[in-house]
Nanobody, 124 residues
Framework: QVQLVESGGGSVQAGGSLRLSCAAS????????MGWFRQAPGKEREFVAR????????LYADSVKGRFTISTDNAKNTVYLQMDSLKPEDTAVYYC?????????????????WGKGTLVTVSS
């Protein structure tokens, strides 16, 4: 019922920036809160950030706080993840996620829908 399509991944040097986009569609997507997770090679998928569609409630993992910004564009049904001051340890596949209520979106167990992911590679 909800489709999520990520874009914007790529390769960047440490200290650089990237912006990821997640286009949401489906009859019920607006009833879900949105988040970003990432999975580095050999590691478990982990929470990065979450937001509600009004943009009034955001939460970040400690590892990205102050460097990443999550936002929404309701007119475009799109969620963004602006990533600045990137570090090699940010290298991962980044996944867009939808779940509800918003407080469950800090765990993969709280996710109802996943995008297919987009690869971010940060070189030193």
């Amino acid at each position: 019922q909800v489709q999520l399509v990520e874009s914007g991944g790529g390769s960047v040097q440490a200290g650089g920036s990237l912006r990821l986009s997640c286009a949401a569609s489906g009859r019920t997507f607006s009833t879900y809160d949105m988040g970003w997770f990432r999975q580095a090679p050999g590691k478990e998928r982990e929470f990065v950030a979450r937001i509600n569609w009004s943009g009034g409630s955001t939460l970040y993992a400690d590892s990205v706080k102050g460097r990443f910004t999550i936002s929404t564009d309701n007119a475009k049904n799109t969620v963004y993840l602006q990533m600045d001051s990137l570090k090699p340890e940010d290298t991962a596949v980044y996944y867009c996620a939808a779940g509800r209520p918003i407080w469950v979106l800090t765990s993969t167990h709280g996710v109802d829908y996943w995008g297919k992911g987009t690869l971010v590679t940060v070189s030193s």
